[in-house]
């Protein structure tokens, strides 16, 4: 992993780690689908990544691309697939943090009323101190 993230850090670098896989798995559409997913799943390639290779021109040794292409249209699913699950993680998370920012405010609030009682209780105590030492 981390010598692939080192090999492909500049979207250009990307374009060319695509245009291996694809060279690579041009008899075996299916193996390449899996490879795409596989880099995106690891985060080594961004969506914007995927799809701008298949709309790229085409790469002398590559498999020939035509808008008929299944395996073309089957790799914009894979990227929409994976946008898909990354938005709903996201919305968990915030869902989540959500939910702990409200567990926040209730022990606040209830750690306030506590402690408004406790001050009024220490004021009494207080005053009732100084009033005691007045009088002597």
Same mark, same amino acid.
């Given at each position: 992993?981390? =010598? =692939? ?9 990307? *374009? ?6 694809? !060279? ?5 559409? *299916?193996?390449? =689908? ?5 880099? /995106? *799943?690891?985060? /080594? ?5 995927v799809i701008d290779w298949v709309f790229s021109p085409q790469v002398e040794?590559?498999?020939?691309? !035509?808008? &008929? ?10 990227? /929409?697939? !994976?946008? +898909? ?20 405010? &209730?022990?606040?609030?209830? *750690?306030?009323? !506590?402690? +408004?009682?406790?001050?009024? +209780? ?7 101190? /100084? ?6």
């Open positions: 992993m981390v =010598l =692939l993230r080192n090999l492909s850090p500049s979207p250009s670098k990307k *374009q060319d780690l695509l245009h291996a896989v694809s !060279t690579f798995w041009r008899r075996n559409g *299916q193996f390449h =689908l899996i490879v795409l997913d596989k880099l /995106l *799943q690891y985060r /080594l390639l961004e969506p914007s990544d040794g590559e498999k020939r691309k !035509t808008w &008929a292409d299944l395996d073309l249209w089957s790799a914009v699913a894979v990227v /929409l697939r !994976t946008l +898909e699950s990354r938005t709903e993680a996201g919305k968990g998370r915030v869902e989540g943090l959500k939910r702990e920012q409200e567990t926040r405010e &209730a022990e606040k609030s209830a *750690q306030g009323e !506590t402690a +408004e009682g406790d001050g009024g +209780e220490s004021f009494l105590c207080l005053s009732f101190i /100084l009033c005691s030492s007045a009088d002597v």
